[in-house]
């Protein structure tokens, strides 16, 4: 079974210009997460995904970010104009249903080195 | 909001030697997640553990839950170079959603 899956692995913009990240989750999860982990700083959650439904992106920094998740399949984050402290590594993650009171194992994909110049 | 905190930031071992990494959480666990990253590398994802107080095992890495403590462990017995890397614990809110918060991490090194 193939894992998550980022495109691309790494991207280099200067500032003001748009870039588009793209997620694959796991074959059949529903829930699909953003993270994001900015130089010397601990990984913070962006959104979260229930299949095409944003159900929580109280971690998105600003309006400069867009995630979508259309058909609730694969999701991209766009982020348009890019700033220098954009730079960082953005993770995708994705886990099955969720059901109260129990945690599911969170799958994470290798993640897209965003280097704004 | 919640935060971990690991200890400690890093640890050089000698191979063949055990290693205990801890995880405090400045609010109660509900579910504990363990991964590993590589350099450059995404994620890998080692255990779970649930709200209670837990214990699981794979292969050499054994993870334990302790609730009262509001902490978790991660030990690895007779580590091999092959364990090298950084070691993230993550946790989830209890909420509707599970989203994680992580602590900084654990730089690992095992010298052969």
């Known amino acids: 079974e193939a894992g998550v899956t980022q495109f691309p692995s790494h991207s280099v913009i200067e500032k003001g210009q748009t870039v588009t990240l793209r997620c694959d989750p796991i074959s059949g999860h529903d829930n699909l997460y953003w993270y994001r982990r900015v130089m010397g700083k601990e990984i913070k959650f962006l959104l979260h995904?229930?299949?095409?439904?944003?159900?929580?992106e109280s971690g998105m920094p600003n309006n400069r970010f867009l995630a979508e998740r259309t058909g609730g399949t694969y999701s991209t984050l766009k982020v348009q104009p890019a700033e220098l402290e954009d730079s960082g590594v953005y993770f995708c993650?994705?886990?099955?249903?969720?059901?109260?009171?129990?945690?599911?194992?969170?799958?994470f994909g290798p993640g897209t080195r965003l280097t704004v110049t | 909001s919640q935060e971990l905190e690991q200890s400690p930031q890093s640890l050089i071992v000698q191979e063949g030697k055990n290693l205990t990494i801890n995880c405090t959480s400045s609010k109660t666990l509900y579910g504990l997640y363990w991964y590993k990253q590589k350099y450059g590398e995404g994620l890998i994802f080692l255990m779970m553990l649930q709200k209670g107080g837990e214990e699981k095992s794979h292969e050499k890495i054994t993870a334990k839950l302790d609730e009262k403590k509001q902490q978790s462990s991660l030990h690895i017995t007779a580590s091999q170079p092959s364990h090298a890397g950084i070691y993230l614990c993550g946790a989830d809110d209890g909420g509707s959603n599970y989203k994680l918060t992580f602590g900084k991490g654990t730089l690992l090194t095992v010298n052969p």
């Open positions: 993650a994705s886990s099955q249903d969720l059901s109260p009171g129990f945690s599911y194992e969170q799958y």
């Open positions: 995904f229930v299949k095409e439904s944003k159900q929580d």
